[in-house]
């Protein structure tokens, strides 16, 4: 049997790569790890075309290789901007992160201008284990509307 993958990042389409860039450095304390312009194939992605120029930066935490987050701007020709979410459906996306910090990432989250879904706030929930597991929990959308929760634990 073959050993099951590393998921070492997922890969975000975003509105305005600057700006998304700033979220994640500024706001959340990620930092850009790579940094190019690809031009499409048109064979393994599903958007665009083949010769469509993207811009792709990859930002990452703590670990050298996995829990990355690319942003991948469309330069060339721009995607057609999709409307806001304001609710989760099937087929959307729930980053959970994990810090020490939630209540400066909240400040430096509202100094940005994020949407602010629920302010930090203490919870408890059940671990793998059993246990109870105490946190304090932010949730908000970034620039493009991809909805973070991110958590500080109190052991």
């Known amino acids: 049997m073959s050993t099951p993958p590393l998921v070492k ?25 790579y940094d190019d312009k690809i031009m499409l194939s048109g064979v ?5 075309s083949k010769g469509d120029t993207t811009r792709l930066v990859i930002m990452k935490s703590e670990d ?6 690319g942003l991948l701007e ?18 959307d996306t729930v ?8 209540d400066v990432v909240h400040q430096r989250a509202v100094a940005f201008g994020a949407r ?13 284990d059993g246990r109870m597991i105490a946190m ?9 509307d991809f909805f973070i929760e991110y958590n500080e634990r109190h052991e």
């Open 64 to 69: 050298p290789v996995i829990g990355m987050i």
């Open 9 to 33: 990042r997922m890969t975000l389409i975003v509105r305005d790569l600057s700006r998304s860039i700033a979220f994640y450095r500024d706001v959340l304390g990620l930092s850009i790890w």
């Open 44 to 48: 393994g992605l599903a958007a665009g």
């Open 74 to 91: 469309f330069i060339e020709p721009r995607l057609p901007e999709p409307t806001a979410r304001t609710k989760l459906g099937i087929g």
């Open 95 to 102: 980053f959970v992160m994990q810090g020490s910090d939630v």
């Open 116 to 128: 602010i879904h629920a302010a930090p706030h203490r919870f408890e929930v059940r671990g793998a």
């Open 136 to 144: 304090t929990s932010l949730s908000l959308w970034d620039p493009d």
